[in-house]
């Protein structure tokens, strides 16, 4: 079965950072683009950075640019966002997805066709 399982959420003060996990089983990611998603309540989900197979490519949301960096590691079937400088707007719950077309990503959630349950990312004072 197919499963992605993100962790590495929490609550943490402005300016502070978290690193979150995407962690795979039942596949491998190998051939997968990742993308990480966020979605806070009352608003539309919004792509926030994704990262090719072999990883030489990646996308940043214009919010978040300069501050997250997405990384992965196919021996270990995990790809992983590092959060700095956080923001109150950051928060919201993460999740990551997997997309069969690997060669190249984009944030269009509805390209996706895997979904881990998601993980939440509070900031706050």
């Known amino acids: 079965q197919l499963q992605l399982v993100e962790s590495g959420g929490g609550l943490v003060q402005p300016g502070g950072s978290l690193r979150l996990s995407c962690a795979a089983s039942g596949f491998t990611l190998d051939f997968y683009a990742i993308g990480w998603f966020r979605q806070a309540p009352g608003k539309e989900r919004e792509g926030v950075s994704c990262i090719s197979n072999t990883g030489g490519s990646t996308n940043y949301a214009d919010s978040v640019k300069g501050r997250f960096t997405i990384s992965r590691d196919n021996a270990a079937n995990m790809v992983y966002l590092q959060m700095n400088s956080l923001k109150p707007e950051d928060t919201a719950v993460y999740y990551c997805?997997?997309?069969?077309?690997?060669?190249?990503?984009?944030?269009?959630?509805?390209?996706?066709?895997?979904w881990g349950q998601g993980t939440q990312v509070t900031v706050s004072s």
């Open positions: 997805a997997a997309d069969r077309i690997g060669l190249y990503c984009d944030l269009k959630w509805y390209d996706y066709e895997h």
